[in-house]
């Protein structure tokens, strides 16, 4: 399955209510989501972590919808194949150091 096609069946089950939910609610609830990833990811629970990859995943389609943003063609418009910022493969940028998880 392409994105897109996963965007087409978040769009036939869920639609309408995303479309009554609006925008911003459908965003606060990709953020709870997001919330929901990092707190299964330090408990280490990867059954768990999968689920919520997929909630994140639904819930950030569904915004597309709203939003009328084709997902796959945004996600390849940005990430052509190569890293956005430095255009290599594999990416060469430097990352800021000191990230961690703090929830
Ligand atoms: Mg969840
Ligand atoms: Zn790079």
Same mark, same amino acid.
């Given at each position: 399955?392409?994105? /897109?096609?996963?965007?087409?069946?978040?769009? /036939?089950?869920?639609?309408?209510?995303?479309?009554?939910?609006?925008?911003?609610?459908?965003?606060?609830? !990709?953020?709870?989501?997001?919330?929901?990833?990092?707190?299964?990811?330090?408990?280490?629970?990867?059954?768990?972590?999968?689920?919520?990859?997929?909630?994140?995943?639904?819930?950030?389609?569904?915004?597309?919808?709203? !939003?009328?943003?084709?997902?796959?063609?945004? +996600?390849?418009?940005?990430?052509?194949?190569? +890293?956005? /910022?430095?255009?290599?493969?594999? +990416?060469?940028?430097?990352?800021?150091?000191?990230? /961690?998880?703090? !929830?």
């Amino acid at each position: 399955m392409r994105i /897109r096609e996963f965007q087409e069946m978040m769009r /036939r089950i869920y639609y309408e209510k995303d479309r009554r939910r609006g925008i911003e609610r459908t965003y606060i609830w !990709l953020v709870e989501e997001v919330g929901e990833l990092g707190r299964a990811i330090i408990r280490g629970d990867i059954r768990e972590i999968g689920t919520e990859v997929a909630d994140v995943m639904a819930w950030l389609a569904s915004l597309c919808n709203l !939003l009328e943003l084709d997902l796959e063609k945004m +996600c390849l418009n940005k990430y052509p194949g190569v +890293c956005p /910022r430095c255009g290599s493969v594999p +990416c060469k940028c430097n990352e800021p150091r000191g990230r /961690r998880l703090a !929830l």
